[in-house]
């Protein structure tokens, strides 16, 4: 009687058990490169294969543990703080995050409760929250069906599912943060009596804002008059009082902002990445709005290849459900207002990051999915799937079509997305599962053959030895800068050790600059394929 109970409820209630069963799809598929940690070691010391989320899992752990995030060492000072990964900043001999300060932080906060899991799988519960509050917001412009299918869409987007998977980077959880905000303020009805209610809504809808801007503060240009202009637009039924409690929400975590920036790099407006502007002499920071520039054919080039060429089974339903759109003779305004703020937003996200020209040509050369590009779109990348669904929607409309072919398009989607997202490519999440189950091996060998004080020089591979080890992170792609050959040669009681995948002509190019300090190094063989430990010494 139960089994036909439920089975009863589960065809009347079939679009909840589908987004259900999506969703659970979604947390374990993103979940993979936590499972490829796991199988090598504890998750207190889980890899990762960008060097931001090492600094930003590395001060979430401080943080869990109940640790100031500033982490102080002298002998930062005395290697004229070359001592340092990548992505990570110096301030007054103490290793700060080189970024924004938010995901640590919050991340941190939840595993000083539930630990090293809560650390990791904050990125995609958020993602799962993000993407429900997108239904919502697509339900209300576009109506319930077109709401569920982009729902569908959303679980088995390529971007989302590849940068939730990387779970310390700040995009999924900045996107997801800016969803949920926006989906509680479409909720909030000053008009109805319940005032305890709406409240409540309207300060998590300002303060999801805010920590969406907590995670990624640049994003204010955009965030900040597109947070405004909707409290006005929704003045009629929000009403002042809602209005300012919204408002008050967002002024909370903008307060908190202020006052951790001011308490970690010593200004309220400046942050990680400032700092690194300032130290490289200000170039990055030369344009306040667009610090990579402005490249209007570069940035169209880019959007082609990274948002429409290469994800072309995603975009193609956007563009034809947005031509769909624009054939309907009668638009609700709701629906322009959506589309209107979308397209500036789009206009922005593109020109501001698309102007970017990547300084590592590797970044292009070997990635696809993985090109930063693709995450800094991700909220152009979610806003266009309700257009994406308006078309899956109008071909099962289509007498003689129906459901069949709608369902046939969602699932050659899902198949195409789910094989760039973890098999296509060295950039795809299985390639980088196993890349991470060998960085914990070459972690176990270089920890074994160097004593725990060495400082070991590295170009790529911080992200292994780090923080076994310590080290200092150099391009060596044009040897060893004089400076650092300086800093060894005077720290010369400190164990110094080289690791790095270097060509043969590299490799001689940094014995040559060793030996204007009368040093020199000695392999000590390959703790992972290709890549070269070598020991620092003074000839003899």
Known sequence: MGIKMLYDWSRKRWREVTLSALAVFFIVTTSVLIFANRLEAPLSHAKFDWPDETMNFHFASRISRGLPILERDPLIALSLDRVRPRSFNVIDSSLVPGGFLGLPVLSGGIGFVLRVWGILLLTPALSVGGIFALISISKRVFGASVGWLTGVLAFTNPALIYYTAFAMLPNAAFVSFLLIGLAALLAVDGRKIQPRRDVLISVVAGLCVGLALFVRT?????????????????????????????????????????????????????????????????????????????????????????????????????????????????????????????????????????????DDPLTTRLNTIGVSYVRYWLPVTLGALPFAALFVWSIGCVRGVRRYAAAVIVAIVAILSIRSTFIVGSDSLIPVARRIREYHRATMAVAAATPKDAVIVTWRTDKIVFPERRVAAVDLQNGLDREMVGVISDLEKIPWFLYARLSSEEEAKVLADLGEESLTMDSMGEPRSGETLYRIRKKL
């Open 218 to 358: 640049n994003e204010i240009w955009w965030v900040g008059p597109m947070f405004v202009a909707a409290l006005i637009a929704r003045r009629a039924k929000l009403g002042d009082r809602l209005i300012a409690f919204a408002l008050l929400g967002g002024l909370l975590v903008g307060a908190a902002i202020l006052a951790l920036n001011a308490q970690i790099y010593g200004n309220p407006l400046a942050t990680g990445y400032t700092r690194f502007a300032d130290s490289a002499g200000g170039g990055a920071a030369s344009s306040v709005l667009f610090p990579f520039g402005f490249h209007p054919r570069l940035a169209w080039h880019n959007v082609w290849i990274y948002f429409f060429r290469n994800f072309w089974w995603v975009s193609a339903p956007a563009v034809l459900g947005f031509g769909i759109w624009l054939s309907y003779r009668r638009k609700p305004a709701r629906q322009m207002v959506f589309t209107a703020w979308l397209a500036l937003i789009a206009l922005w996200l593109f020109v501001y990051y698309g102007s970017w020209q990547f």
